[in-house]
């Protein structure tokens, strides 16, 4: 399933899970079998940032309690778009550095 974060763009065609809070999108990561997920960062007042749910990511690749996922960002804050990137590119590697290890045993 697409998963897209965003508090005032509408879904696009193609997504399925439409998030407008941090603590929705983790949600639906857990909950849902989520493939590829869009970051917007600026989700308003007290609804946390995209930065925050790419964190998580990060954490959980880490942990390797997440599958892989694609992603792309569509925030026009361009500072905290390149936290995102750069949290998901960590995801990236973990997941990659996972599947090696695999391939080792």
Same mark, same amino acid.
């Given at each position: 399933? /697409?998963?897209? *974060?965003?508090? /005032?763009?509408?879904?696009?065609?193609? %997504?399925?899970?439409?998030? /407008?809070?941090?603590?929705?999108?983790?949600?639906? *990561?857990?909950?849902?079998?989520?493939? #590829?997920?869009?970051?917007? =960062?600026? *989700?308003?007042?007290?609804?946390?940032?995209? %930065?925050? &749910?790419?964190?998580?990511?990060?954490?959980?690749?880490? =942990?390797?309690?997440? =599958?892989? *996922?694609?992603?792309?960002? #569509?925030?026009?804050?361009?500072?905290?778009?390149?936290?995102?990137?750069?949290?998901?590119r960590?995801?990236?590697k973990?997941?990659?550095?996972? &599947?090696?290890? /695999?391939?080792?045993?």
């Open positions: 399933m /697409k998963l897209w *974060l965003d508090d /005032k763009r509408p879904i696009p065609p193609g %997504y399925e899970i439409w998030c /407008k809070t941090a603590k929705q999108a983790i949600w639906a *990561l857990q909950n849902y079998d989520v493939t #590829h997920i869009s970051f917007d =960062n600026d *989700l308003g007042t007290g609804f946390g940032e995209g %930065y925050q &749910v790419a964190d998580w990511i990060e954490e959980q690749a880490h =942990n390797g309690k997440i =599958n892989r *996922l694609t992603w792309a960002v #569509h925030s026009a804050n361009p500072v905290r778009r390149d936290s995102i990137v750069s949290a998901m960590n995801a990236e973990f997941w990659n550095k996972t &599947v090696l290890t /695999k391939w080792r045993v």
